[in-house]
C-alpha cells in the first residue's frame, strides 16, 4: 500500500467520491488537510456562520445527487452545525460532516474546545465513527459515505485533530469497489398484492414523494398514472415530485397545498403513497376539510422498512425503490388485464375540474391591488416570474408555507424545504449550495423577514463566492406564524412576536450585493426576473400586509388556554 499522511488519505478518498465541494469555517483543527484541498481540486467554500455550512451541504446534496460534505473547528464550530445537520436528518439528505475533534493527548481535561462530539450527533445521524487510528482514517470516511447514500441522511466522521498528522500505509478505494447504489423493487408477494388491489380500484390516487425524486422516478410514475388514469397529488412540500402541467397532476398535499388535490385524494378507495412516509403535515385537515380518506386501502412504497405503516395503517407494504417498484407495479398491471386499459375521460375531465376550480380560487385570493400588498398576491407574481429550471428553497414561517399554494414545477430537484425538523434560517443557505450544485440554474429563495435575521449574514458569503441567488424576503415585521396564534389563542396579546426591522436591502447592498425594496404588487414580477438576469447576489425587500395570515400551522397541537390562578384569569 502506498505511504502518504492522514491528510492525504483523507483527502485522496473524498478526490474518489467525487467531492468537488466541503463548506465551512477555517479552523486549526483541519487545517493540515485544508492545506491541500486546492491541489485536489476541492473548492472550500468559506461561510459566516457553521449552521449556513450544514444546509449548504443539503441543498446542494439535493440538487446535485451526491452527498454533501460540511466541516469547521471542534468544539464551538462543530456544535453550531446540530440544526443543520438535524434539518438534514429530517430531509433524509446524505451529508457527511468532517468534525475534527480535540487531540487525543487532551481528552479529559476540559481543555479550550473541548467536548464529546458524538453524542451530541448521535440521535440526528445515520452512522457516526471516532477514527480509531490514522491509518484508518480512508476507511471511516468511506464507511460515513456509503451509510449517507444508502440510508439517506448525514454520517459524522469524528477526526481527533492529531491524527492528521503520520505517516502511514493505507489504500484509497473507488467507490464501486466497496459499495454498489442498486436498489430493487420490493418483495414479488408484496408486488403482486399491490398489483392485485389496484387492479380492483374504483378511485386510485398516487402521491407521489420525495422517493420518487431521490430515485429519479417521475417517468416510471408518469406511465402507471397514464395506464390506471389515477390522479396524482404530491406530499408535503415535494411539489416537484410530478410535473405541473400533467393532465393527472392535482397539486401538493398538505398546510397551504391545492384544495384540488384534497378534494381527488377524499375520493379515493386506493392510495398508492410512492417513496413518502405520510407525514402528519401532509394528511391533516386543511381549509376545514378532514380530506385524507378514512377507508382507502393504501399501499405504500417506501426504501425503509421503518417507515411503513408509521402514520396510516397500510393494506401493502413494500419496501423498495420507487421507480422500480412504480415500474414492476405497471408490468404486473398489464399481465392481470391482459393488455392496455383505455383511458378513463370521466376521471381526467374531473381533475381538470378540480384544478380550474382551485385556480380560479386562487387566482381571487391573489388579485388585490392594495398596499402595504397581499403576500398572495406577491407569491403569485413571483411564481409567474420564474422559469422551468428555476431552483426554489422556502424557509418556515407564515408566508413561506403559503407559497405551497402557488408553487408548481416541471422538473425534480426544483424544490428544496425546510420540511419537517422546520427551523428557520434554511431557505437562504440551501440556496447557496443548490447554486453551486447546478450553477446553471437560476435560484431563489423565500423567506420571511423572522428567518432572514438567522440568515442575512450569508449575505457576504453570496458576495465573496460571487453565488447569484436571489433571496426574496417578505418584510411583514412579525413572526407572523406565531402571531397568528395570538390572534386566534391569545386575544391578540402579542408578545414576541413583533420585529423591528432595518432596512434590508440597504443592508444587503453594504455587503456588496444588490437590493431593492419592493413596495407595489406590480413590481415583483419585474424585480424578480431583472434579479435573476442580473447574475448578482440580490435580496429583494417585499414588503407586505401584516394582517393577512394563514391559517394556524399546528391546530392539532394548541388549545384555548384555560387559567386557574386569579392572576391570570383576566
Not at 447504489?181 to 380500484?201: F, H, M, Q, V
Not at 458569503?461 to 415585521?477: D, G, K, L, S, Y
Request: aromatic letters at 8%.
Amino acid at each position: 500500500m502506498p505511504v502518504m499522511s492522514p491528510s492525504e488519505a483523507l483527502v485522496e478518498q473524498l478526490r474518489a467520491e467525487g467531492t468537488e465541494v466541503i463548506t465551512g469555517i477555517v479552523g486549526s483543527a483541519f487545517m493540515d488537510a485544508l492545506d491541500i484541498f486546492p491541489k485536489a481540486e476541492i473548492r472550500f467554500l468559506p461561510v459566516r456562520h457553521e449552521q449556513t455550512a450544514a444546509h449548504m451541504a443539503d441543498g446542494y446534496a439535493r440538487v446535485s445527487g451526491k452527498p454533501g460534505v460540511c466541516t469547521a473547528q471542534n468544539g464551538p464550530g462543530i456544535t453550531n452545525m446540530v440544526t443543520g445537520i438535524a434539518a438534514a436528518y429530517h430531509a433524509h439528505t446524505p451529508v457527511v460532516m468532517l468534525s475534527p475533534a480535540a487531540s487525543t493527548t487532551m481528552v479529559g481535561t476540559n481543555g479550550f474546545q473541548e467536548t464529546d462530539q458524538l453524542p451530541i450527533f448521535q440521535p440526528i445521524t445515520k452512522y457516526q465513527v471516532r477514527v480509531p487510528r490514522p491509518d484508518r482514517i480512508a476507511e471511516s470516511v468511506r464507511t460515513a459515505f456509503r451509510i449517507a447514500i444508502a440510508e439517506r441522511g448525514p454520517a459524522q466522521v469524528d477526526i481527533p485533530r492529531d491524527f492528521f498528522y503520520a505517516e502511514i500505509d493505507t489504500e484509497i478505494l473507488r467507490p464501486e469497489q466497496y459499495r454498489w447504489a442498486d436498489r430493487g423493487p420490493g418483495g414479488a408477494a408484496s408486488l403482486d398484492a399491490a398489483a392485485r388491489i389496484l387492479k380492483d380500484a374504483r378511485f386510485p390516487v398516487i402521491i407521489s414523494g420525495q422517493g420518487v425524486v431521490i430515485a429519479d422516478g417521475i417517468a416510471e410514475v408518469k406511465a402507471l398514472a397514464e395506464y390506471l388514469t389515477a390522479p396524482v397529488v404530491t406530499s408535503y412540500l415535494h411539489n416537484d415530485a410530478f410535473p405541473a402541467s400533467h393532465p393527472l397532476m392535482a397539486g401538493p398535499l398538505g398546510y397551504c397545498g391545492w384544495k384540488s388535490a384534497m378534494q381527488l385524494i377524499s375520493k379515493a378507495d386506493v392510495v398508492l403513497a410512492l417513496g413518502t412516509r405520510l407525514s402528519i403535515f401532509g394528511t391533516l385537515p386543511q381549509y376545514g376539510f378532514d380530506y385524507f380518506p378514512k377507508t382507502a386501502k393504501i399501499i405504500q412504497v417506501d426504501i425503509d422498512h421503518r417507515q411503513l405503516g408509521l402514520t396510516k395503517p397500510i393494506a401493502c407494504g413494500i419496501v423498495g425503490d420507487a421507480r422500480e417498484a412504480a415500474r414492476e407495479i405497471l408490468s404486473r398491471l398489464t399481465a392481470l388485464d391482459g393488455g392496455a386499459r383505455r383511458p378513463d375521460a370521466e376521471r381526467r375531465a374531473l381533475v381538470a375540474a378540480e384544478n380550474a376550480k382551485w385556480q380560479k380560487e386562487l387566482d381571487e385570493l391573489a388579485s388585490s391591488s392594495r398596499t402595504p400588498m397581499s403576500p398572495k398576491r406577491a407569491l403569485r407574481e413571483l411564481a409567474a416570474a420564474l422559469t422551468p429550471d428555476t431552483i426554489v428553497t422556502t424557509d418556515i414561517g407564515n408566508v413561506c408555507s403559503t407559497s405551497n399554494s402557488f408553487l408548481g414545477f416541471e422538473r425534480p430537484r426544483r424544490f428544496l424545504a425546510a420540511l419537517s425538523f422546520g427551523n428557520c434560517g434554511f431557505a437562504y443557505p440551501a440556496a447557496l449550495g443548490a447554486k453551486v450544485a447546478e450553477p446553471k440554474s437560476p435560484v431563489v429563495a423565500i423567506v420571511g423577514d423572522g428567518a432572514w435575521g438567522m440568515s442575512l449574514q450569508e449575505v457576504i458569503t453570496a458576495v465573496q463566492e460571487n453565488i447569484p441567488v436571489v433571496a426574496c424576503v417578505f418584510n411583514n415585521m412579525q413572526w407572523g406564524a406565531e402571531k397568528k396564534n395570538q390572534i386566534d389563542y391569545y386575544d391578540n396579546r402579542f408578545i414576541g412576536t413583533n420585529l423591528k426591522n432595518p432596512d434590508f436591502a440597504a443592508v444587503a447592498r453594504a455587503m456588496g450585493a444588490d437590493g431593492h425594496r419592493i413596495e407595489h404588487p406590480g413590481e415583483v414580477r419585474d424585480a424578480v426576473s431583472a434579479a435573476l438576469r442580473s447574475g448578482r447576489p440580490t435580496v429583494l425587500d417585499i414588503m407586505v400586509d401584516g394582517e393577512e395570515l394563514a391559517d394556524p400551522f399546528r391546530r392539532d397541537a394548541l388549545k384555548k388556554p384555560v387559567r386557574y390562578l386569579p392572576r391570570y384569569r383576566q
